[in-house]
């Protein structure tokens, strides 16, 4: 089983980045996904997450608005855009798969927001 982040790195603020989470080893579309991140010294918090199917999406109230998750089952990936990116959302962002009692982590990308 692999979870594969890519697509972090420095943006300025108001900046965008998008977040790709390549899964393979397991039946991506059975999966609910979702985005975590941890900033330094801070507990892990969920970001967003979808539906195995991508009909139901969920926001951390910080991020509602800016940030968009998206997935291609056909493709094995779960994205996450982001746009209007604050120095706040700085963090190392992870990917997370679960079905059931079942669940997967990603090692993380980084994520810098700064002028």
């Known amino acids: 089983v692999q979870l594969v982040e890519s697509g972090g790195g420095l943006v300025q603020p108001g900046g965008s980045l998008r977040l790709s989470c390549a899964a393979s080893?397991?039946?991506?579309?059975?999966?609910?996904m979702s985005w975590y991140r941890q900033a330094p010294e801070k507990e892990r918090e969920l970001v967003a997450v979808?539906?195995?199917?991508?009909?139901?999406?969920n926001y951390a109230d910080s991020v509602k608005g800016r940030f968009t998750i998206s997935r291609d089952n056909a493709k094995n990936t779960v994205y996450l855009q982001m746009n209007y990116l604050k120095p706040e959302d700085t963090a190392v962002y992870y990917c997370y798969a679960q079905f059931r009692v079942q669940s997967f982590w990603g090692q993380g990308t980084q994520v810098t927001v700064s002028s």
């Open positions: 080893g397991f039946t991506f579309g059975r999966y609910a």
């Open positions: 979808i539906s195995s199917a991508g009909g139901t999406t």
